[in-house]
């Protein structure tokens, strides 16, 4: 079993930044890809980038440039650099993994609120 952990999550002013952490504990060895979905009220969730574990990234169209996924594998621990954050960023958003063989989405986090406004 993996769990995973967010934080960094809070308010920003649009324009501003912020940078999620995940930490990854448990049976670390099945992870694979990591990412995070992000998800609105009354929203479906939706992915906003995913990385392999030998990293290599893909991003929605909506945040291309702005943000940036990473991971130190040493540490069990996947990030998202936000940049220029709009109003429509906001959202929870949550960490997610893949297990050996498996799919994204088979492990995921308890989320952390992001909310952009002036």
């Known amino acids: 079993q993996v769990q995973l952990v967010e934080s960094g999550g809070g308010l920003v002013q649009p324009g501003g930044s912020l940078r999620l952490s995940c930490a990854a504990s448990?049976?670390?060895?099945?992870?694979?890809?990591m990412g995070w979905y992000r998800q609105a009220p009354g929203k479906e969730r939706e992915l906003v980038a995913r990385?392999?574990?030998?990293?290599?990234?893909n991003y929605a169209d909506s945040v291309t440039g702005r943000f940036t996924i990473s991971r130190d594998n040493a540490k069990n621990t996947v990030y998202l650099q936000m940049n220029s954050l709009k109003p429509e960023d906001t959202a929870v958003y949550y960490c997610?993994?893949?297990?050996?063989?498996?799919?994204?989405?088979?492990?995921w986090g308890q989320g952390t609120q992001v909310t952009v406004s002036s």
């Open positions: 997610t993994a893949q297990r050996l063989l498996g799919r994204l989405g088979d492990y």
């Open positions: 990385i392999t574990r030998g990293g290599s990234t």
């Open positions: 448990g049976s670390i060895f099945s992870i694979n890809d």
